[in-house]
């Protein structure tokens, strides 16, 4: 029969196991739903460089960024913006799993 201690090490490494295992599962559904958005993004970007230019661009505000030239640098723009945040996110918790593995390990 095992003593209280190697049941309190299972305990924690298991309650690891599942903390980790949700944690993947979060990443997922977030890389899911940025994937989601970068679609819808393009679709509409698309859809803003199919129109006639009815409305009149002034130089001189936001709207110039509507102009057939600039399109694929925003889009650009924005590729790079939402694969910063998700390598982001994804470095930080690959960084606290690390963290918390190696205390659980350094306590067995």
């Known amino acids: 029969m095992r003593d209280t201690e190697e049941r309190l090490v299972r305990m924690h490494q298991r309650a690891a196991e599942i903390k980790r295992q ?13 994937g989601g958005l970068l679609v819808c993004l393009v679709i509409a970007l698309q859809q803003v460089q199919n129109m006639h230019h009815e409305i ?3 130089q001189s505000t936001g709207s110039s960024l509507l102009d057939d030239s600039v399109g694929g640098y925003v889009l650009a723009a924005i590729m790079a913006f939402f694969a910063g945040v998700i390598i982001t996110v994804v470095i930080c918790k690959y960084r606290r799993w690390s963290e918390k593995k190696d205390k659980t390990e350094e306590k067995a």
């Open 22 to 34: 949700e944690d993947m599962s979060r990443l997922k559904v977030l890389g899911s739903l940025s």
């Open 56 to 58: 009149m661009i002034d």
